[in-house]
């Protein structure tokens, strides 16, 4: 129990030392993007051409992972309004060019399958087909690598890996096209083999097959130093594209593999007093290198991000944290209390090109060194949302949450034509899925799956919180598979053995309530098959709740909206959770060592928590988070 105490105190320290930097309790990540939206207004760059380029993207991947953690809806629309500058409405791209054969062109496409999964909006995914057809006919090494671009042939960077390989990787997914992947692990495999130096394990920024380059080694073809931002992109981009491999493939172990010799290399080359890395990593202390600010940024993120994916050893979110602390002492500006500036952060490095860049030391510093260039500042911040994120109590961790997809079972056609479920699923990133709700269990450390036969002893063994919604009727599935008897006695003992059942219900025309009643009933639970708050248009109030002060379960939610719900009834051992007037809204119930919590609606689907539909006054994204940690609180304590 004590060592409960101290961890737990430890976490609440670091969360008190990330949110209260510089004296503010505005997260660190939202000031940087105030500041993006600030001198960005439109995402496009002040003082250069209105172009389709990688250094947007960067910026958008910062902002996406502030939205998904905070539901902010001005962040998705940023991102929105960025890419419809662009992507016309039969998906062609203004100002991109595909026969110039740039990896960097790619980057952008993982904005566009956001936008694609959130809204289903079909010029989105066209233009990542755009993209992604770049990548069946983009010029490759001998052996399959792809070159950086056209105009520089046989040459493989660091850079691509992080411009091409996430896209790859989760456009690969989104069609479940399982045999690019073997492409996508030869990518980061190819660059490891060329670019590593087998002494220190860091990366040179590039290679040169045909050896021809005037910056290439003739023997190894390799460019002559380790450009600490080129490690940063590759490291990024080993995060990011190994999220979408499917569990069993070989090349997911791979690359983790290649994950650790890539960070046990870059953390023993992290400066040791100020925490942060220098530009070129293999000269650290050589007359006029410097700290630099994106690529410590890309660091931390890519730390943070691996031990909370489980790819890394908890033991790197020390090195991250010194990383983030060192960035905030070096790098970061006050500017109000709502924004900041980055310093520090390199224009760009490259070889090649005109004039030559022929990659020596005296290259790399005679470079300029901004302030707010956005790779830096997107950078920032993904590596400050995940210091944010890591800052959050793991109290989910060692628990897993399985969502039931047998008596929810709705199928429809996805992008590549074949089915795919969708509805109240976590993958879903449209108003109809869960996928902000799984991402609020996930921040906790607690792992999310899903089950798609009728629940057993055997098969919810190792499930802790098991979450059941919305019951298909025969209109929604052509064989629904419903409640019976036996998955009832089969529910109730497992929850009075210590698990925690969530039922969440709907109308009674879009749910089969008869059958779901014999397991609810069990517990003292019974949904009344009414429809209350049946809203009309945008009349929000119809559907408001206002939660009392200090509500057992909704401590930091203060108003909701739940439309068109089903009212329950409770009896002994359930007890009224939420009382609206005459009506129960919500009720739980304890049995044995379990509990159950009900309410007549799904409630936290996206389009309900995401902040892009209903006003802000109303905090479901909070009680999401709210009831996602009673939940986890009720499990029964372990030795």
Not at 194 to 215: I, N, P, V
Not at 408 to 432: I, L
Request: aromatic share 14%; glycine share 8%; charged share 20%.
């Amino acid at each position: 129990m004590k060592r409960i105490c101290i961890l737990s105190f430890f976490s609440l320290l670091f969360t008190v030392q990330v949110f209260s930097s510089y004296g503010q309790t505005k997260p660190l990540s939202e000031r940087m993007a105030a500041t993006v939206m600030d001198i960005w207004s439109d995402s496009l760059w002040v003082g250069r051409p209105f172009k389709w380029t990688y250094d947007q993207g960067v910026l958008l991947e910062g902002v996406s992972s502030i939205w998904q953690r905070t539901a902010d809806r001005k962040y998705f629309e940023y991102i929105k309004k960025s890419m419809d500058f662009f992507v016309q409405s039969d998906g062609t791209i203004r100002t991109y060019e595909h026969k110039s054969y740039n990896i960097d062109n790619v980057k952008n496409g993982r904005s566009l399958l956001l936008l694609y999964r959130v809204t289903g909006q079909e010029k989105y995914l066209k233009a990542a087909q755009i993209l992604r057809n770049q990548l069946n006919t983009h010029p490759r090494t001998n052996e399959g690598g792809f070159w950086h671009k056209k105009i520089y042939p046989y040459q493989m960077w660091l850079d691509g890996l992080y411009m091409g390989q996430p896209f790859y990787a989760e456009y690969s997914a989104m069609m479940g096209d399982t045999a690019a992947f073997n492409d996508i692990t030869n990518q980061f495999v190819f660059m490891e083999k060329h670019s590593r130096d087998a002494a220190t394990g860091l990366m040179y920024h590039g290679w040169d097959e045909s050896k021809q380059q005037q910056w290439a080694n003739k023997t190894t073809g390799l460019s002559a130093h380790v450009w600490a931002r080129a490690m940063g992109w590759y490291g990024m981009a080993l995060v990011d594209a190994i999220e979408y491999f499917p569990a069993n493939h070989p090349g997911k172990k791979q690359l983790i593999d290649i994950l650790g010799r890539f960070a046990n290399a870059v953390q023993k080359v992290q400066d040791p007093k100020s925490g942060v890395w220098y530009d070129i990593l293999d000269a650290p202390l050589r007359k006029g290198n410097y700290f630099e600010s994106s690529a410590s940024s890309m660091f931390v993120y890519t730390f943070a991000k691996a031990v909370r994916m489980g790819y890394l050893p908890s033991s790197y979110l020390k090195v991250a944290k010194k990383g983030y602390e060192g960035i905030q002492n070096e790098f970061i500006e006050t500017v109000d209390a709502d924004k900041i500036n980055l310093k520090g952060t390199v224009s760009v490095s490259g070889l090649g090109g005109k004039p030559y860049r022929d990659g020596s030391f005296e290259y790399y510093m005679s470079e300029k060194v901004i302030t707010n260039d956005p790779k830096g500042v997107g950078s920032f911040m993904l590596a400050a949302n995940e210091m944010e994120l890591a800052a959050i109590p793991k109290i989910g961790k060692g628990k897993t949450v399985t969502l039931d997809c047998y008596f929810n079972n709705e199928w429809k056609k996805g992008p590549a034509g074949k089915d795919v479920r969708y509805h109240y699923t976590w993958d879903d990133q449209a108003n109809s899925g869960f996928w902000f709700w799984g991402n609020i269990f996930n921040y906790t450390g607690a792992k999310t799956n899903s089950l798609t036969v009728a629940p057993s002893a055997a098969n919810l063994k190792n499930t802790d919180v098991y979450i059941i919604v919305d019951p298909d009727t025969e209109k929604e599935t052509a064989k629904p598979n419903f409640v019976s008897a036996k998955d009832a006695d089969v529910l109730y003992n497992w929850v009075k053995n210590g698990g925690v059942l969530v039922l969440m219900a709907n109308d009674p025309a879009n749910c089969e309530l008869r059958n779901f009643n014999t397991l609810a009933g069990r517990f003292g639970i019974r949904f009344n098959g009414d429809m209350r708050n049946a809203v009309k248009g945008n009349e929000y109030e119809t559907g408001a709740f206002n939660i009392p002060a200090a509500h057992p379960i909704f401590k930091t939610s203060k108003k909701v909206y739940i439309k068109e719900i089903s009212t329950i009834s409770v009896s002994a051992p359930a007890k009224a959770a939420f009382i609206e007037g005459k009506d129960i809204i919500m009720g739980t119930a304890k049995i044995g060592k379990g509990t159950v919590f009900a309410i007549g609606d799904p409630w936290f689907y996206n389009e309900y928590v995401d902040g892009r539909k209903i006003p802000a006054e109303y905090e479901n994204y909070k009680a999401a988070t709210d009831l996602t940690n009673w939940l986890l609180l009720q499990l029964p304590k372990k030795n």
